[in-house]
């Protein structure tokens, strides 16, 4: 009899608790439910509205084709289809076979008169363009804008700017030929000397664990940081002890605080042009597919390049170093008179300070 009781008190208890429980489940489910309908809506309607505004941003207008290049436009004196011409080269070899997505993705310009004050209707797909650019500035403006799907977040987070194509990759190489030599880094002058590991290193193409010490290896680097980056942010309030510190010589002190700054804040030793260069070469060894796989590996930075590249990423960071190096800007040659004019006006000057009375007895 005592069994049955205890039986009962027990269901008694429990059961009421469980169908509680369910029914805040139930509950939980259907908001959940509910608000899955509610976005799927509004994304219907977002797709709907988006849809009659493209057509009507693109009734009444020109399509220019180029290559897989599509271009809406009113007629207006804006050079398009020869921006289109020398921009579709350039577009076509570095995205390769992706580029023939383009075709489903075309721009949508609208030519404006710069000077006029009438108020015109306003458009919210598309670009908005002064009809007076000249060749040159609407290519730049084509390349600048290329309708592709965006980076994935590790890449862009990587890359540090958009991908696009340029018209003179030579002088982009040019220019990281100079960050090479001028840079104030130690692992940056290695990586220009041949060390490949170095390379990789200021490139972050591996481990980013510990890039403190193998990007800014020596304790003046790290000082430097310190107080020309990050003065004004360390030397107040709880960092300030260890700022003068930092200033007083203390190596510890100055790696300390670089510790402590937020991901992503540490300054990197090469700037954009570095990166954009060597996925543009990892792009040019892999050939017309690379691209996409590039966009479809998710694994380290260093291992995507390689694998869009097809070879080893050793062999991918040489490629890059000797382009680099072989970019380096050409030595201006001086015609023989001028050594005789500079000796010429050397001598004038000297003479010119000998007469003056500061030089007098």
Same mark, same amino acid.
Not at 332 to 348: K, M, S, T, Y
């Given at each position: 009899?005592?069994?049955?009781?205890?039986?009962?008190?027990?269901?008694?208890?429990?059961?009421?608790?469980?169908?509680?429980?369910?029914?805040?489940?139930?509950?939980?489910?259907?908001?959940?439910?509910?608000?899955?309908?509610?976005?799927?809506?509004?994304?219907?309607?977002?797709?709907?509205?988006?849809?009659?505004?493209?057509?009507?941003?693109?009734?009444?207008?020109?399509?220019?084709?180029?290559?897989?290049?599509?271009?809406?436009?009113?007629?207006?004196?804006?050079?398009?289809?020869?921006?289109?011409?020398?921009?579709?080269?350039?577009?076509?070899?570095?995205?390769?076979?992706?580029?023939?997505?383009?075709?489903?993705? @075309?721009?949508?310009?609208?030519?404006?008169?710069?000077?006029?004050?009438?108020?015109?209707?306003?458009?919210?797909?598309?670009?908005?363009?002064?009809?007076?650019?000249?060749?040159?500035?609407?290519?730049?403006?084509?390349?600048?804008?290329?309708?592709?799907?965006?980076?994935?977040?590790?890449?862009?987070?990587?890359?540090?700017?958009?991908?696009?194509?340029?018209?003179?990759?030579?002088?982009?190489?040019?220019?990281?030929?100079?960050?090479?030599?001028?840079? @104030?880094?130690?692992?940056?002058?290695?990586?220009?000397?041949?060390?490949?590991?170095?390379?990789?290193?200021?490139?972050?193409?591996?481990?980013?664990?510990?890039?403190?010490?193998?990007?800014?290896?020596?304790?003046?680097?790290?000082?430097?940081?310190?107080?020309?980056?990050?003065?004004?942010?360390?030397?107040?309030?709880?960092?300030?002890?260890?700022?003068?510190?930092?200033?007083?010589?203390?190596?510890?002190?100055?790696?300390?605080?670089?510790?402590?700054?937020?991901?992503?804040?540490?300054?990197?030793?090469?700037?954009?042009?570095?990166?954009?260069?060597?996925?543009?070469?990892?792009?040019?060894?892999?050939?017309?597919?690379?691209?996409?796989?590039?966009?479809?590996?998710?694994?380290?930075?260093?291992?995507?390049?390689?694998?869009?590249?097809?070879?080893?990423?050793?062999?991918?960071?040489?490629?890059?170093?000797?382009?680099?190096?072989?970019?380096?800007?050409?030595?201006?040659?001086?015609?023989?008179?001028?050594?005789?004019?500079?000796?010429?006006?050397?001598?004038?000057?000297?003479?010119?300070?000998?007469?003056?009375?500061?030089?007098?007895?």
């Amino acid at each position: 009899m005592s069994r049955t009781l205890a039986s009962v008190l027990f269901l008694w208890m429990v059961v009421p608790h469980a169908w509680a429980q369910d029914t805040v489940v139930i509950r939980l489910q259907g908001r959940a439910d509910s608000l899955l309908r509610a976005w799927r809506d509004a994304q219907a309607i977002a797709n709907v509205a988006d849809s009659l505004e493209r057509e009507r941003a693109t009734a009444g207008r020109d399509t220019i084709a180029v290559g897989h290049l599509r271009i809406i436009a009113n007629r207006s004196p804006l050079p398009l289809r020869q921006a289109a011409e020398r921009a579709w080269p350039a577009i076509d070899s570095l995205y390769g076979s992706a580029a023939a997505d383009l075709i489903q993705y @075309p721009y949508i310009i609208r030519a404006i008169d710069p000077d006029t004050t009438v108020q015109r209707s306003v458009f919210h797909v598309g670009l908005e363009v002064p009809w007076d650019l000249d060749l040159r500035w609407t290519t730049t403006l084509l390349l600048a804008n290329v309708p592709v799907p965006p980076l994935d977040r590790p890449l862009a987070d990587w890359l540090g700017a958009p991908l696009r194509p340029s018209l003179d990759p030579a002088d982009e190489r040019r220019t990281v030929y100079l960050q090479l030599v001028t840079a @104030p880094s130690q692992a940056v002058r290695a990586c220009f000397l041949g060390v490949l590991a170095r390379c990789a290193d200021v490139l972050a193409l591996g481990d980013t664990s510990g890039l403190l010490e193998r990007w800014y290896p020596s304790p003046p680097e790290r000082r430097a940081l310190v107080t020309e980056s990050f003065g004004d942010f360390f030397n107040h309030g709880a960092n300030a002890q260890a700022f003068q510190a930092c200033l007083a010589l203390s190596d510890a002190a100055c790696t300390g605080l670089l510790r402590t700054l937020p991901p992503g804040t540490l300054p990197r030793p090469l700037a954009y042009a570095a990166r954009a260069t060597i996925v543009r070469e990892a792009l040019r060894l892999g050939g017309r597919d690379s691209y996409r796989r590039l966009l479809e590996s998710d694994v380290q930075i260093g291992e995507r390049l390689a694998a869009a590249a097809g070879v080893g990423l050793d062999s991918l960071v040489g490629a890059w170093r000797n382009a680099i190096v072989a970019a380096r800007p050409t030595a201006v040659a001086l015609p023989w008179w001028a050594v005789g004019a500079a000796f010429g006006w050397l001598a004038f000057f000297g003479a010119c300070g000998m007469r003056s009375s500061r030089w007098r007895l």
